[in-house]
């Protein structure tokens, strides 16, 4: 089994881990007592922590500003309005952000 980037991410590529990605199968445990997903509490606090950016990651984080801006400029002019328009833009616009989480959690960009 590979490695994962984030213990939430499941091998097949979705959100949420099913038991088979995980080794184990699904156990009715009441709420309070299930087990964590993280093999480290530090793992969870992580993802929720402000992480400011060194040097590096300010330089990083302009970088991919400005691919990401000038990528949805070019599928605002060539794209017609409508769903699936509007539907590129937000999913560039999560790709941004996941892209900059990336950095921030990074610690060499940290």
Not at 50 to 72: M, N, R
Request: hydrophobic share 35%.
């Amino acid at each position: 089994m590979e490695p994962k980037p984030y213990p939430y991410a499941a091998s097949d590529g979705s959100d949420l881990p099913a038991a088979a990605s995980l080794g184990t199968e699904p156990r009715n445990l009441p709420l309070g007592e299930q087990e964590s997903m993280f093999d480290n509490p530090k793992e969870l606090s992580d993802l929720f922590q402000y992480h400011p950016p060194s040097q590096a990651g300010v330089t990083t984080h302009g970088i991919l500003s400005g691919q990401f801006i000038e990528l949805a400029r070019i599928v605002d002019s060539h794209c017609p309005n409508g769903r699936e328009k509007s539907v590129a833009m937000r999913k560039l616009e999560e790709a941004k952000m996941w892209a900059s989480a990336g950095v921030a959690r990074n610690p060499i960009t940290r």
